[in-house]
């Protein structure tokens, strides 16, 4: 009988399971294989179950030895993206009955390493992450290290950056690239898009440190514009739109179109304002 006939009506509980699912799974465990395999897997599906819910179940009920990278299950880290049918994808937001399909094709994230099964090296995107200087930099680096008050900034000033603050650094605009799957120094839409963010800034003066790591031959020249990162992007950070506002702040700064601006002031501290004994102290800094 195929999967399809197997599904039931639904009664409205959630523990019913609905139908039968095949989660055929890229495996690859270096110890034992020279190349990765794939290996099918009959997964019943309850509503509201999510791809990371049938990994699990075949984990604790089919195969222990299954790998895969998840904390937070909640779309909030970013740890458990994978290939999922296609499309680089968070699972622990992926429900399977959304997919509308019987067969469930599961890989590690392209334009990765692979570590083991679906758990993808992303040390790479780190290091080109960190090569961008994702940090605010200031002539007052003594504020920065130990501040004494917050730096100005308007309502205005944040909405011009913020969608591109949400990034957690999953890895699906990377594994969609279609540049960085021809071109493995390409950057990349994640380091870009985050090298515009603090640009943005206006608490920030590190556009002329940042430069040169993004405007070189393996830099946001190379985006094509494919859009491809913003469409799997599932915290909406537009990153192809990123990339585009970055070129466009490289050339105007080139053309001298636009002035270095001076970074934003320390606020005073609030006059006639008693702290609330109810709220506790900060705590010290754990690290140095």
């Known amino acids: 009988m195929s999967h399809s006939h197997e599904e039931k009506r639904s009664s409205g509980d959630a523990t019913e399971v609905v139908k039968t699912v095949t989660y055929r799974v890229r495996r690859y465990i270096p110890e034992q294989d020279t190349q990765p395999r794939w290996q099918d897997f009959a997964v019943p599906v309850t509503r509201g179950m999510?791809?990371?819910?049938?990994?699990?179940?075949?984990?604790?009920?089919?195969d222990s030895t299954l790998a895969w990278r998840s904390s937070c299950r909640m779309a909030v880290c970013g740890s458990c993206a994978m290939f999922i049918n296609g499309l680089p994808r968070l699972a622990c937001e992926t429900q399977i009955l959304d997919l509308k399909t019987d067969v469930l094709e599961i890989a590690p994230l392209p334009n990765t390493e692979n570590v083991r099964d679906l758990v993808p090296d992303l040390s790479r995107l780190f290091e080109k992450h960190k090569r961008t200087k994702p940090w605010l930099?200031?002539?007052?680096?003594?504020?920065?290290?130990?501040?004494?008050?917050?730096?100005?900034?308007?309502?205005?000033?944040?909405?011009?950056?913020?969608?591109?603050?949400?990034?957690?650094?999953?890895?699906?605009?990377?594994?969609?690239c279609p540049t960085l799957a021809t071109d493995p120094e390409f950057l990349g839409p994640q380091p870009l898009?985050?090298?515009?963010?603090?640009?943005?800034?206006?608490?920030?003066?590190?556009?002329?440190?940042?430069?040169d790591a993004v405007a070189n031959a393996d830099g946001v020249w190379k985006c094509h514009f494919a859009g491809a990162c913003s469409e799997v992007c599932p915290k909406g950070v537009d990153p192809a739109f990123g990339n585009q506002l970055l070129k466009r702040e490289l050339v105007f700064r080139y053309l001298k179109?636009?002035?270095?601006?001076?970074?934003?002031?320390?606020?005073?501290?609030?006059?006639?304002?008693?702290r609330n004994p109810k709220i506790p102290e900060a705590p010290e800094p754990t690290v140095e």
Do not use: W
């Open 257 to 274: 179109l636009r002035k270095d601006r001076p970074t934003s002031p320390l606020l005073a501290p609030p006059e006639g304002v008693e």
């Open 50 to 62: 999510t791809v990371l819910d049938g990994l699990g179940y075949i984990k604790e009920n089919l």
């Open 137 to 176: 930099i200031r002539s007052d680096q003594e504020e920065l290290d130990q501040p004494t008050a917050e730096y100005a900034q308007s309502p205005e000033e944040l909405e011009s950056y913020m969608q591109f603050s949400y990034c957690m650094k999953c890895a699906c605009c990377m594994a969609a």
């Open 193 to 211: 898009t985050q090298a515009y963010r603090f640009t943005a800034d206006p608490r920030d003066g590190g556009f002329a440190e940042r430069r």
